[in-house]
């Protein structure tokens, strides 16, 4: 092919293009048709909701309130002791962990189809440690536990109204997974909620708040402009100093990612 | 019709035109993207947002290069986002991925692919002229008006385009260049 003419090429395309194994189109109009806003009901309608919802009101609000309250908000993340009721925008996707680890559900994961590995050559941000120090309007802290841990081997900054931080560990096999990833993230850039993790429980870092979580759980990562969920299956640090949070999601015990994450110190 | 009504806030007449798009839209959100979950995630963000934007379009005009506009600014936006990238990581991780088995493809479609593997080498501009005057066999003046430029600016784009991909087929896919080639 090297040797034809734009012409040629041209018609290669289109002959692939024709030939082009997509996969099937989901159902995207029913959908859709759901997120569109309701038509303006008539007043009386109004009225009979107001009546019925202060009747499920009466009747309903000890257990209302106990839901009301059952979470756990940790700087930006917010954790929900039970799964979501409302659909989300997207079929959630079991996912791997975060981890080497493979996922023993791994027939529920969402199909891969014959797709380049992307994300780590397409995601913008991609920087080095000392710009992100000058870039982040915090100072950015790195673990020093394990003693073999390293640099880490990505470091992705982005800014959203506020500057979200990630660090990622590799697996020094040259494999290519991942072995621990930080998210460092400043108020205000994006939210993380999690709904129905397995463990939750409350710790404390260095002296802060913070929670332990385990999968499989709904994460849901918003900003202004995006709102994905996924299911995922991993163990996760969450704690906060200042206006910073932070979340460290590795195959680590509880007792080894507490000790991760009180070796984090600012850079040399 | 179904514009003007949609426009009047008659959302049963948006349903439709959904219909009539939505293949073309979602399959454009696969090329970008190449994850089908994902791409149907951006294809109904396209409908919500177009819905919201119905009124400022003028209904004269075909709506599927508006459409083709929008769905690729939230892929091009959703491929270079944080969010994408921590999933990107979790499908790293699974120990081996999950792809089509050759035997399930005939010559042509694996030659699809592998052509399809040599655009997405290209910058995101290069891969979207691509996607749409030859995988979504858009006319010229189609993808000028989805991508809002001139037609001329549109032809030396894609010759642009086709020189870049005729070099790394040429570095990169020596294969799809050994045969049919005369």
């Known amino acids: 092919m090297s040797s034809m003419d734009p012409e040629q090429l041209e018609e290669r395309l289109r002959q692939a293009a024709a030939h082009f194994r997509y996969p099937p189109t989901s159902p995207i109009a029913s959908v859709v048709m759901k997120r569109l806003p309701r038509p303006a009901a008539p007043r009386w309608t109004w009225a009979v909701v107001a009546v019925l919802v202060m009747l499920a009101a009466l009747l309903l609000v000890p257990p209302a309130r106990a839901a009301v309250i059952d979470f756990i908000q940790i700087g930006v993340v917010r954790i929900f002791r039970t799964e979501p009721v409302p659909a989300p925008v997207s079929t959630p996707a079991l996912q791997a962990p975060l981890t080497a680890t493979p996922l023993a559900t791994s027939s529920a994961q969402a199909p891969v189809t014959a797709t380049p590995s992307s994300g780590l050559q397409d995601l913008a941000g991609e920087t080095t440690l000392a710009d992100a120090q000058s870039n982040t309007g915090f100072s950015v802290l790195i673990p020093h536990y394990p003693p073999d841990l390293g640099k880490p081997d990505r470091i992705y900054l982005q800014d959203m109204g506020g500057s979200l931080l990630l660090l990622v560990w590799l697996q020094p096999d040259g494999s290519g997974h991942v072995r621990m990833s930080l998210q460092e993230i400043a108020a205000g850039s994006w939210a993380l909620a999690k709904f129905g993790p397995q463990t939750l429980q409350e710790v404390t870092v260095n002296g802060h708040k913070g929670v332990w979580a385990t999968g499989p759980y709904l994460l849901e990562t918003r900003n202004h402009e995006y709102d994905t969920r996924r299911l995922v299956a991993g163990n996760s640090l969450i704690w906060t100093q200042g206006n910073v949070t932070y979340r460290l999601e590795s195959s680590l015990s509880l007792d080894e990612a507490l000790k991760v994450a009180e070796s984090l110190a600012p850079l040399p | ?182």
């Not at chain 2, 009047?8 to 993207?33: K, N, Q, T």
């Not at chain 2, 986002?81 to 042509?108: D, F, I, K, N």
């Not at chain 2, 991508?147 to 385009?161: C, D, M, N, P």
Request: net charge positive; charged share 25%.
């Open chain 2, 1 to 182: 019709m179904l514009i003007s009504r949609s426009q009047a806030g008659d959302a049963s007449a948006w349903e439709p035109v959904v219909l009539a798009h939505e293949e073309a839209v979602f399959r454009l959100a696969y090329l970008i993207l190449g994850d089908p979950d994902e791409a149907r995630d951006i294809a109904q963000e396209t409908f919500v947002r177009a819905w919201r934007s119905i009124g400022r379009v003028d209904g004269s005009r075909p709506l599927q290069p508006w459409l083709l506009r929008i769905c690729t600014n939230l892929a091009v936006n959703r491929r270079r986002s944080v969010a994408r990238y921590l999933a990107a990581l979790m499908r790293r991780a699974q120990a081996e991925p999950r792809v089509p088995g050759t035997e399930e493809l005939s010559a042509q479609q694996m030659e699809a692919q592998q052509l399809w593997q040599a655009v997405r080498r290209l910058d995101p501009a290069d891969q979207q002229i691509v996607y749409l005057r030859y995988f979504l066999d858009l006319s010229v003046a189609e993808t000028a008006e989805t991508l809002q430029t001139a037609q001329g600016t549109v032809k030396s784009r894609s010759h642009r385009a086709l020189e870049r991909l005729r070099n790394v087929i040429r570095r990169e896919f020596p294969m799809l260049g050994d045969e049919r080639s005369a």
